[in-house]
């Protein structure tokens, strides 16, 4: 109040959606008569949403990220507050089109600017798309398209290195590829 420190909170979180969302907890919860130094010690042992920017793993300094992204906001989202935690450093950006609209090539026309943030843009282009992903790829100044998942984490495996961060973003399994990426970066691939 009055531009005084009511707490501080030590987290983990990124990105401009999460501290909004803080805001909003700490307002709620004052609302709610709870003191906002109590609230921020409760956000501090908060550790996030599964799958929303979720760090699953640091490998040889290699950070491996999931994020159920769906659509080019949340995309772009993601990605700008990645991009403002981890300054210049690299990030290899993974996108499987899932959602339905993303399926039918209903934001193709945003997609490319959704991704300006990602020094590398991997597109898995499975058989079943029904739509060009080359378009997008040809778009993006470090864009290629994928057709396979174990051709994904060759690329990465091969080209990765420290200091850099894999973001996968999809709102399904993706055929298991984060736990296979995990394990051939753990089986020392990567650089």
């Not at 961060?165 to 055929?175: A, T, Y």
Request: hydrophobic share 40%; proline share 3%; aromatic share 4%.
């Amino acid at each position: 109040m009055d531009d005084v420190r009511q707490g501080t909170v030590d987290w983990d979180q990124q990105g401009a959606h999460n501290l909004g969302n803080a805001l909003a907890a700490i307002a709620a919860a004052r609302h709610a008569g709870v003191p906002a130094a109590i609230a921020c010690e409760g956000l501090s042992r908060f550790e996030g949403v599964k799958r929303r920017m979720e760090r699953l793993a640091v490998i040889n300094d290699i950070a491996v990220y999931d994020d159920f992204a769906h659509h080019p906001t949340a995309i772009q989202t993601t990605l700008t507050g990645l991009r403002r935690v981890v300054g210049k450093q690299r990030i290899f950006c993974i996108l499987e089109m899932r959602s339905n609209t993303m399926k039918a090539g209903v934001h193709k026309d945003s997609l490319a600017p959704s991704l300006s943030e990602a020094d590398e843009v991997i597109l898995y282009e499975p058989p079943d798309l029904g739509w060009d992903l080359g378009e997008i790829s040809r778009q993006l100044r470090n864009g290629r398209t994928c057709h396979r998942v174990a051709d994904i984490i060759e690329t990465i495996t091969t080209e990765a290195r420290a200091g850099d961060h894999i973001l996968i973003m999809s709102n399904g399994s993706f055929e298991g590829l984060h736990r296979r990426l995990i394990d051939a970066l753990n089986n020392g691939l990567g650089r």
